[in-house]
């Protein structure tokens, strides 16, 4: 128990050659059971100020991607990721996608990915209980100066997460609000193809949902002029023909507002 936490201590001070091993053991013993238990995870579990310094790590350009790794075989286990999500160091994750170390920016990104993604009860009952602190942060995340961060939010966790059969609650509540609408409509005028198409599958669902609360109805009729001349000219590339028959759809519906 005690050689734990002497790890912690070593991983910032070891040689580059050590901390790679150091990462390698902390995989394999994660991965190890007895008796069919992952008696590494529940010493975690028991010290879960392990998973709070391996986050903070991030912050450290020298130890961050060794960290995310580690933090990443983490939350392979429902348990740990919970913790994470709850815990106050999730909240640092927000800063450390729009940090300039594009390497580091990325692989927080690969990191918050796995939290939002790899078990979808965790994560729906996570966003049914922190849903306004969740996405008033997220949403400074989508509107962020940083290309990556900008298109990897609004591409991996929105366009995909969000879809997801068990984010369907979320999903509903996340339509019905203009505040969402108007950040799609924002992304849609983005100078980035990515950005716009990825945009585009979230902005489809408000426009396609029989159920529109008034303000959103509103929202899309004062846009409207705007919004047809964003769709028509939505860049699309050879072999999308869904995209463009989605895009036909979704002008159609507006025109009938």
């Not at 709070?52 to 286990?77: P, Q, T, W």
Request: net charge negative; charged share 25%; aromatic share 10%.
């Amino acid at each position: 128990g005690q050689s734990e936490h002497y790890s912690g201590t070593e991983l910032t001070s070891s040689e580059l050659q050590v901390r790679k091993d150091l990462v390698i053991c902390w995989c394999i013993l994660l991965g190890q059971k007895v008796d069919e238990n992952y008696c590494c995870v529940k010493y975690i579990e028991d010290h879960v100020e392990l998973l709070d310094f391996l986050v903070v790590c991030y912050k450290k350009s020298d130890l961050a991607l060794n960290c995310g790794i580690m933090v990443r075989e983490c939350i392979k286990h429902p348990t740990l990721a919970k913790y994470i999500l709850e815990s106050n160091s999730f909240e640092l994750f927000f800063e450390y996608v729009e940090l300039p170390n594009f390497d580091i920016a990325s692989d927080a990104l690969n990191t918050f990915k796995d939290l939002l993604t790899k078990h979808e009860t965790v994560v729906s009952v996570y966003l049914s209980s922190h849903y306004e602190q969740f996405f008033e942060r997220y949403t400074r995340i989508l509107t962020s100066t940083n290309y990556v961060t900008r298109r990897q939010s609004v591409k991996q966790f929105l366009s995909e997460f969000l879809l997801e059969p068990s984010n369907s609650k979320i999903m509903k509540r996340y339509i019905q609000e203009v505040r969402f609408l108007n950040i799609m409509i924002g992304l849609l005028k983005d100078s980035s193809k990515n950005i716009k198409i990825c945009a585009f599958h979230v902005f489809k669902v408000f426009v396609a949902n029989p159920n529109k609360p008034p303000g959103i109805i509103e929202a899309l009729r004062d846009n409207r002029k705007e919004l047809l001349k964003l769709l028509h000219n939505l860049p699309a590339s050879k072999g999308e023909d869904e995209l463009d028959e989605e895009r036909d759809l979704i002008i159609h519906r507006i025109e009938k507002l």
